[in-house]
């Protein structure tokens, strides 16, 4: 059995050693061809490669898009769970608002003026407002208590075959 394992892996080192210089063979034909074509990584791959924090590349992945961020570039689209990081912040005493990307934070805004009470007119009620806020409003019952009461038992109807008989 010793002499079939060696052969075993023996049998694997050459097929690794192989399989290396396939490859290596390919790579070179690869970068032959877009040498000779003036290829750039745009063209075969779309976008050249960058590296992405696994946060940025799940905020790309999103259809949403991002309405909540901070300073450090934590993201949060609004759906779903809130993330740790803002919840440490909200807890810290934050107010959710700040976080808000595009628009311009509470400070910044300019209170509205709002009317008094004194001065807003009353609407004035319709006749039919009127009379449907003096009615109270039906009771439905549940199914279950209308099965629970008792019902009427119906009158008897005499049967016309019967009338006509007698």
Known sequence: MARSLSRILDQISRLQKQAAAIQTNVIDRIRKDIATYGLTVEQLFGTAPTRRSPKAKAAAKSDHPVKYADEIGNTWHGKGKRPDWLRQALEAGKVLEEFLVGKPT?????????????????????????????????????????????????????????????
Do not use: D, L, N, Y
């Open 106 to 166: 509470t400070a910044a805004k300019k209170p509205t003026p709002r009317k008094s009470a004194a001065k807003a007119a009353p609407a004035k009620k319709t006749k039919k407002v009127q009379a449907a806020a003096k009615k109270p409003a039906p009771i439905k019952k549940s199914h279950a208590a209308k099965r629970a009461a008792p019902r009427k038992p119906r009158a008897k109807q005499a049967r016309p075959e019967a009338a006509a008989a007698s």
